[in-house]
């Protein structure tokens, strides 16, 4: 089955930029969804199919695919950002895996 | 609009069978060519998927799980279901059932999530 690999953690200070990759073989070819949860939730989509986001999610919030990374950026971070954040594809096999998820801490 | 909500026994016995159900309100289970999944996480731990059933009636299972998983839809009642067998305290987790909008393979609403722990 298909591999997605994340970091563990990120920090970053208010204000700053975030940045969370999402390792997989050739996962430019894919399209890739991010999700982000706070604790005690369900996931919520931020972004999909690489770079769109669901009404109602902030600009800050972006997503780029290249080669063997895809990377959601967040900018201009808050505090109520901090949150764990996990990648997801549909692979060929038809299964629907997710990375091992990021924690952002906002410092 | 869409809402799901899961219920089911939050505490199974090992080697017995998990069952769960999630109802699908302000819609129905049988338009818009929906997909519906099952996801669950371990305490502490992150996101894996269990399954999907396709708004034909097609189901596709995580291979790591194939052997024990049963996701069926009762169209009758508007809810989807999700049978694992063989429980061991390895499948304590938090159970969400998902939604996946037509030809896109992300999963745009969530339930809640419920807790199921398997222990004697």
């Known amino acids: 089955s298909y591999v997605l690999t994340q970091p563990p953690s990120v920090s970053v200070a208010p204000g700053q930029t975030a940045r969370i990759t999402c390792g997989g073989n050739?996962?430019?070819?894919?399209?890739v969804h991010w999700y982000q949860q706070k604790p005690g939730q369900a996931p919520v989509l931020v972004v999909y199919?690489?770079?769109d986001r669901p009404s109602g999610i902030p600009e800050r919030f972006s997503g780029s695919n290249s080669g063997n990374t895809a990377t959601l950026t967040i900018s201009r971070v808050e505090a109520g950002d901090e949150a764990d954040y996990y990648c997801?594809?549909?692979?060929?096999?038809?299964?629907?895996?997710f990375g091992g998820g990021t924690k952002l801490t906002v410092l | 609009q869409l809402q799901l909500q899961e219920s089911g026994s939050g505490l199974v016995k090992p080697s017995q069978t998990l069952s769960l159900t999630c109802a699908v309100s302000?819609?129905?289970?049988?338009?818009?060519?929906?997909?519906w999944s099952w996801i669950r996480q371990p305490p502490g731990k992150g996101l894996e998927w269990i399954g999907y059933?396709?708004?034909?009636?097609?189901?596709y299972y995580n291979p790591s799980l194939k052997s024990r998983v049963t996701i069926s839809v009762d169209r009758s009642k508007n809810q989807f279901s999700l049978k694992l067998s063989s429980v061991t305290a390895a499948d304590t987790a938090v159970y969400y059932c998902?939604?996946?909008?037509?030809?896109?393979?992300?999963?745009?609403?969530w339930g809640r999530g419920t807790l199921v722990t398997v222990s004697s």
């Open positions: 998902a939604s996946s909008p037509p030809e896109y393979w992300y999963f745009d609403l």
């Open positions: 302000g819609g129905s289970i049988s338009s818009g060519g929906y997909s």
């Open positions: 059933i396709y708004h034909s009636g097609s189901t």
């Open positions: 050739n996962i430019g070819s894919k399209s």
């Open positions: 199919d690489d770079s």
């Open positions: 997801q594809v549909w692979d060929s096999s038809s299964d629907l895996p």
